[in-house]
């Protein structure tokens, strides 16, 4: 694990040599590591998860559910940021993690988008929402936007992490890039 961190960690050094005011970590996966990359580097990375976060925060919700990969649900680098925000993450049953898991890649990742697929989905969030007393869902994958959507989803709010981190980049854009007029 060192030594993926040290070889993301010189990526990000050479982007910042190369004039890049900042970095994304558009992956969930590399964020088991994103402390110790950002450590070995002074590159700013905006994280995925960080940006998620600031997302929920903005829309006070309280109760999430998260779908995504098994690794995604399995691990605490997504949850963990959530709870010392203040924010509950939920995780699906252990007899719906498989379901999702295996609809994201044999389906999603293919470009396979089918209704069954996205009822499936649907069912198992709204069973969460019921259960778990939820304001909102997290979609933890960058496939499941293909397939669900807030207007799927009347009673909660439902958010793609891939788009809150493009929105987020694009404020640090606007942030840092100096203005035409001065």
Known sequence: MRKIAGYVGAAANNLLKAGCDFGLMCGNTPHLLFDKIQARTDLSLLSIVETAVAAAQQLHLQRLALLGTKFTMQNDFFIKPFREAGIEVCRPSENDQPIIHQKIVDKLENGIVKKETKQQLMTIINKMVQKDHLDGAVLGCTELPSILGQEDFKNIQVF???????????????????SQNS
């Open 160 to 178: 793609d992490i891939a788009q809150v981190q493009i929105k987020a980049a694009v404020d640090q854009l606007l942030k840092t890039t100096p």
